[in-house]
């Protein structure tokens, strides 16, 4: 069992940064791969980002390569998501996810599907 709660969301204007945090606590935090999803009014939650558990492998939407970054810090049971270089169409409520995998430490996901736990949700709204 693990809580997630996710923070640093806010209004900002476009080309700005922001960075987003996720906690997680009660469960051991290397056991999750992680990742960040969103959802835009009147639009499915879709994938943003995603981290395997021992940090080497990432992945990430086709629209925010290059603008976005994935980290993790295992002794912090932290999950972050770096973004920069912010458009309007980034906007949306922001969601941390884990998946249980507990043999496989490179796994990685992109599907909704396969996260067990998810967190509230942080706002990210970006103006032009």
């Known amino acids: 069992q693990v809580q997630l709660i996710e923070s640093g969301g806010g209004s900002v204007q476009a080309g700005d940064s922001l960075r987003l945090s996720c906690a997680a606590s009660g469960a051991t935090f290397f056991f999750y791969a992680m990742g960040w999803f969103r959802q835009a009014p009147g639009k499915e939650r879709e994938f943003v980002a995603t981290i395997s558990r021992n940090g080497f492998n990432t992945t990430y939407a086709d629209f925010v390569k290059g603008r976005f970054t994935i980290s993790r810090d295992n002794g912090k049971s932290t999950v972050y998501l770096q973004m920069n270089s912010l458009k309007p169409e980034d906007t949306a409520v922001y969601f941390c996810?884990?998946?249980?995998?507990?043999?496989?430490?490179?796994?990685?996901?992109?599907?909704?599907?396969?996260?067990?736990?998810w967190g509230q949700g942080t706002q990210v709204t970006v103006s032009e």
């Open positions: 996810a884990a998946d249980f995998s507990p043999s496989r430490t490179g796994w990685i996901s992109t599907l909704l599907a396969d996260y067990d736990h």
